[in-house]
Nanobody
Framework: QVQLVESGGGLVQAGDSLRLSCAASGRTFRSYVVGWFRQAPGKEREFVAAIRWSNGDIYADSVKGRFTISRDNAETTVYLQMNSLKPEDTAVYLC????????????????WGQGTQVTVSS
């Protein structure tokens, strides 16, 4: 069992930056893929970015060049640095983990956090 806790969300203006954190409770992220997803009201859960602990990361086209996923050396926290935020980035952001390869598909992830709200005003 992996417990995940997201933090760092908030209300910002368009063009601002936020850094989200996803912390693992009780174990490290070593050997896992950690993904960030987002879900806006009335919309399906959408892939944002994912990182594989050994190497590699992937991004949704909508956030490439603006968002960066990274990890800490203690192997317990994954970050999502979000720059040049837009109103369309408004959503609940969730982190999730899976074993194996990088994936953009929500159903392929096994454990999920509760999410943190990001609201970008115009």
């Amino acid at each position: 069992q992996v417990q995940l806790v997201e933090s760092g969300g908030g209300l910002v203006q368009a063009g601002d930056s936020l850094r989200l954190s996803c912390a693992a409770s009780g174990r490290t992220f070593r050997s896992y893929v950690v993904g960030w997803f987002r879900q806006a009201p009335g919309k399906e859960r959408e892939f944002v970015a994912a990182i594989r602990w050994s190497n590699g990361d992937i991004y949704a086209d909508s956030v490439k060049g603006r968002f960066t996923i990274s990890r800490d050396n203690a192997e317990t926290t994954v970050y999502l640095q979000m720059n040049s935020l837009k109103p369309e980035d408004t959503a609940v952001y969730l982190c999730a983990v899976r074993s194996g390869q990088l994936s953009m598909i929500p159903r392929e992830y096994d454990y999920w956090g509760q999410g943190t709200q990001v609201t970008v005003s115009s």
